[in-house]
Nanobody, 130 residues
Framework: QVQLVESGGGSVQAGGSLRLSCTAS????????MGWFRQAPGKERQGVAR????????NYADSVEGRVTISQDGAKNTVYLQMNSLKHEDTALYYC???????????????????????WGQGTQVTVSS
């Protein structure tokens, strides 16, 4: 049974930083795509960042490029999302996702489409006050 356990959300002032963690279990960690999506109240869910767990290739949404870094610790089956220079508009519920068995792999990295990710965490709230 695939499980994704997220942590690290919280409240921070604009300009601050947070690091989200997602520990995965129940599938072959390597050869997968993992990432983070977010959904703000009243808005559509959007991709934030993703990483190929074998290649280490990363991809970012334009809205977070330069402020966010996705990384992994393969020994811990854990993916991290380091978020700096946070803005009020980063306030959202952040979901860790995984695409197993090569589902989301594309040339140049991992797919940005949420439908390609077959397992989702429960979400962790990030609130940025201005």
């Amino acid at each position: 049974q695939v499980q994704l356990v997220e942590s690290g959300g919280g409240s921070v002032q604009a300009g601050g930083s947070l690091r989200l963690s997602c520990t995965a279990s129940g599938y072959t960690y390597r050869s997968a795509c993992m990432g983070w999506f977010r959904q703000a109240p009243g808005k559509e869910r959007q991709g934030v960042a993703r990483i190929g767990t074998s290649s280490g290739t990363t991809n970012y949404a334009d809205s977070v490029e330069g402020r966010v870094t996705i990384s992994q610790d393969g020994a811990k089956n854990t993916v991290y999302l380091q978020m700096n220079s946070l803005k009020h508009e980063d306030t959202a519920l952040y979901y860790c996702v995984v695409a197993t068995q090569g589902r989301a792999r594309i040339e140049g990295g991992c797919s940005r489409w949420e439908s390609d990710y077959n397992y989702w965490g429960q979400g962790t709230q990030v609130t940025v006050s201005s």
